[in-house]
């Protein structure tokens, strides 16, 4: 019951340090260089309990000129043919380079280079295209071996049938003391009555005659899991036999299967298979026609492709890694976190001083991916020690801080979206002239349409007259604005109410001792503060653009300004989310704690810090009904008249108090009175 | 409290491979000349393993796995990486789904994403806080702590020593 022995290819494996290795050397060396580079596979020679299939490896030393030993690996040589377009890739003849691969065997066979080393028999080829700028690479290995050998198994057993226990241990201990070139095939010679002896192939093959054939076996490691197999280049080691045996075709020979596991803390070879196989009869063709390109993971005769973009691409892993850390976050400490969400949030920075710098670095950080810059000035000497996204480099250039900060956000992090627009914002009381009308006219338009696309807004400006225009515009748009102005060693960060009122009423839940003000309606930056922007009627400590300020405070106030965005985007309800005070007059009997609505706490309407006492105070104070940025009197004059509106309001101040109908109250009322009931707001 | 110095850690993985080179076992000793932590050892496995997000069926990985020590920590670290036949190196949440000893709540706790100690790129790891916990008590009594611990936490990860390791700990 004799059947024809079966075989199985050896399974390629990539390692990504082998991608790695080839981009380097297509740039740096082999540029457009097509001709076949030398490499090395390897094979472990132990079988794996875990793992059914064996694999021959391709890694960053498959390059090296020398094959890196270890006593587990047993080498493959190949070569790489690496192409320059995807063309060459798919049009080189398939059919004419495994015979041409084959050849050259041929030839190490005649030659006797296989003598040396007779692992050359273990030979592979590899057809890739590296499409560089994404990470993509098309490959196909093959395993050469001559089309037509067919090998008929005569008589098969367990080696350990063949020969007595010490004869194992010899046969063990001769193969351990081979040279890893003579490890994959060896031949062993046992004759009756005689000491088992090892030897190599080159130093017995050309003297086996056809008389003493019998006591010889043809020892060749074998590389299938399945013990009814052999691998497929055991091919090539009948093709090498019967070149130097002639008068072995089709006859019988012995063949030992090696095959090496672990018992304990031993290897042994107890579990090879010694077989008497009957050798084919050289065909014409037998050395020229030649087989073995590997079936892709479709089960087709067809290349791979490796997408190692995530895997090599180094800002495809700076940008998983930013991804992970927050992920982690999520994952450990706040589950109901919505990542999904900051991540598509749109950011529009207003100003790219002190403040915008550290609020860019601080939302890099909760993963925003979207940030505009809008800013008038340049990159100055003084500023790279502040603002932290600049350096004494931008300053010689005299970059515009709005591209500056862009580009160099981009340096930080590649996976950010950031642009940067040099613009300035028209302000309050800062007349226009005929001749800037036209610009004025786009920097509003453009303003507007920034805002409009963006769904945050941070107000970061260094004067309080530009912060008039953008306040307007973000409440009639409904935008979340973070709004952050700076004193000397105190600091505030607010968020504005918006127009719109449909939420206003809904009852939020109020915890005993509390007040409570609902997001919409909570006063802008302006209702605190009852004059009109650009009319320097009293001195302030916040806000002024000559303003020195302790170091820290731009740093500390950018940083809250970017946690109050994210709690607000948090919460349930966005920019409707609720903010909740105490007064001098109530006195809250429970903690407010961490609700279902805002899963990283509380979100308040505003945070006054002052670094002379290292305090925080969170006052909250309800839109002013004459407030000239945010009052439905401006906001209804601003929808009816829009640019003559501005206008009027940019050539005088005044107009905006007339709106609001301030100049009014002022008639009626005590100046300081006024002044003495913004304060109280502010009290805790 | 007695800790791992560099010095006993470097002991502990020399003698690691040492068995290993006996065994046939893989792993290999690697050395950055440049840091004081510079020595670690690494091995690779195959396994096949079900990859959830392709169809459950079964794929052949390759894991990489290196032994070596973290300063900050003061303790070895596990780490590895794990890639499929084209290279391609799976993600922590990929690697997660293929694992459903991993399913439950401290998985992110127990296996995360660090930089290597000394290759400085992300690997899979073992999460070193609570590696000192687990080797205090074999500080003493193990004459090879790191193969103590490896023997505990390797599991998780689909890394077993064979009982050649284990036995030079007692002898
Ligand atoms: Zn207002």
């Not at chain 1, 006052?619 to 209804?636: F, G, H, M, R």
């Not at chain 2, 990929?94 to 694992?99: E, L």
Request: one cysteine or more; proline letters at 4%; aromatic letters at 10%.
């Amino acid at each position: 019951m004799s059947s024809n022995l079966s075989y199985v290819q050896i399974s390629s494996c990539v390692n990504p340090s082998f991608w790695n290795k080839l981009s380097e050397l297509k740039l740096d060396v082999y540029k457009l260089d097509v001709s076949q580079q030398r490499i090395w596979g390897y094979y472990t020679v132990i079988n794996s309990l875990s793992c059914p299939i064996t694999v021959m490896e391709v890694d960053s030393t498959s390059f090296n000129r020398e094959f890196s030993a270890h006593n587990h690996l047993l080498p493959f040589q190949g070569w790489i043919l690496n192409t320059n377009t995807i063309e060459q890739f798919k049009e080189c003849d398939k059919a004419e380079l495994i015979n041409s691969e084959g050849q050259k065997l041929y030839q190490k066979i005649k030659d006797g280079d296989v003598f040396e080393n007779t692992s050359l028999l273990n030979t592979f080829f590899v057809l890739s295209f590296a499409d560089l700028k994404r990470f993509h690479y098309y490959y196909w290995f093959a395993f050469p071996v001559p089309r037509h050998v067919v090998v008929e198994k005569v008589h098969e057993c367990d080696l350990e049938n063949v020969f007595s226990l010490e004869e194992v241990e010899t046969l063990n201990s001769a193969y351990m003391n081979l040279n890893h070139c003579q490890k994959a095939y060896f031949i062993v010679k046992k004759r009756f009555g005689k000491v088992l002896e090892v030897h190599t192939v080159a130093s017995v093959l050309k003297t086996i005659t056809s008389e003493d054939i019998d006591d010889y076996y043809f020892a060749f490691h074998n590389i299938s899991y399945d013990r009814c197999a052999v691998g497929s280049i055991f091919r090539n080691y009948i093709a090498f036999i019967l070149y130097y045996c002639d008068f072995l075709q089709n006859r019988t020979a012995n063949f030992i299967s090696f095959n090496l596991s672990r018992v304990g803390s031993q290897i042994t070879c107890k579990k090879s298979i010694v077989y008497k196989l009957k050798l084919p009869t050289k065909t014409k063709d037998f050395y020229t026609s030649w087989v073995g390109w590997e079936k892709n993971e479709r089960d087709k005769m067809g290349p791979k492709l490796a997408n190692m973009k995530n895997t090599l691409d180094p800002s495809v892993i700076a940008e998983n890694a930013v991804d992970l850390n927050l992920k982690l976050m999520k994952w450990n400490l706040l589950p109901s976190v919505d990542l999904e969400k900051i991540r598509k949030t749109k950011c529009l920075l207003l100003g790219a001083g002190t403040l915008g710098c550290s609020v860019a670095r601080t939302l890099l950080g909760w993963g925003i991916r979207e940030i505009t810059f809008v800013d008038n000035s340049t990159v100055s000497f003084s500023n790279p020690v502040r603002q932290s996204l600049f350096t004494y480099q931008d300053s010689v250039d005299m970059k515009p801080k709005s591209k500056a900060a862009a580009d160099n956000l981009k340096n930080i992090f590649p996976g950010v979206n950031s642009v940067g627009h040099q613009m300035t914002i028209p302000m309050p009381g800062h007349s226009v002239g005929e001749s800037m009308l036209e610009q004025t006219k786009q920097s509003v338009e453009k303003l507007t349409q920034l805002i409009k696309e963006h769904d945050v807004i941070f107000l970061l400006l260094d004067s309080r007259e530009s912060r008039w225009l953008p306040t307007l515009i973000a409440s009639v748009e409904n935008k979340i604005l973070i709004n952050a102005a700076l004193g000397f060693d105190s600091y505030l960060v607010m968020r504005h109410g918006i127009h719109n009122k449909n939420y206003a009423n809904e009852a939020a839940r109020h915890p005993e001792g509390y007040k409570v003000i609902p997001g919409n309606n909570l006063a802008c930056y302006f209702c605190c503060d009852v004059t009109a922007p650009g009319d320097s009627l009293k001195g302030r400590t916040l806000d002024q653009q000559c303003t020195v300020t302790r170091p820290g405070v731009s740093q500390i106030a950018g940083a809250l300004a970017v946690e109050l965005s994210i709690s607000v985007l948090q919460h349930k309800h966005g920019v409707f989310a609720p903010a909740y005070y105490t007064t001098s007059q109530t006195v809250p009997t429970q903690e407010l704690t961490v609700s279902d609505d805002s899963v990283l706490g509380l979100v308040p309407h505003s945070i006054r810090g002052f670094l002379s006492s290292f305090e925080h105070i969170l006052p909250a104070t309800e839109k002013y009904k004459n407030c000239v940025a945010c009052s439905d009197l401006i906001i209804k004059e601003y929808k009816e008249k829009q640019m003559e509106f501005l206008l009027n309001v940019f050539n005088s101040s005044k107009h905006l108090e007339d709106v609001a109908l301030l100049t009014e109250l002022f008639k009626e009322t005590d100046f300081g009175e006024v002044l003495e009931f913004s304060d109280e707001d502010f009290s805790t | 409290m007695t800790s791992l110095t560099i010095e006993d850690f470097n002991r502990c993985v020399e003698d690691i491979v040492n068995i290993s080179d006996k065994l046939m076992d893989g792993w290999k000793l690697q050395q950055n000349e440049g840091l004081e932590n510079g020595k670690y050892i690494v091995k690779k496995e195959q396994k096949v393993l079900p990859l959830e997000q392709e169809g459950s069926t079964n794929f052949l990985l390759i894991f990489e796995y290196h032994v070596a020590f973290n300063i900050s920590y003061g303790v070895p670290v596990l780490c590895f990486n794990v890639w499929k036949q084209d290279g391609s190196i799976l993600t922590i949440e990929q690697f997660w789904k293929a694992n459903k000893k991993f399913k439950d709540s401290n998985m992110h706790d127990t296996l995360t994403q660090m930089d290597h100690p000394v290759l400085r790129r992300p690997f899979l790891t073992l999460h070193p806080c609570r590696t000192h916990e687990i080797m205090e008590p074999f500080l003493e009594r193990s004459k090879n702590p790191v193969v103590s611990w490896l023997s505990v936490v390797g599991p998780f990860v689909h890394l077993n020593l064979t009982e050649e390791y284990v036995k030079i700990c007692s002898s």
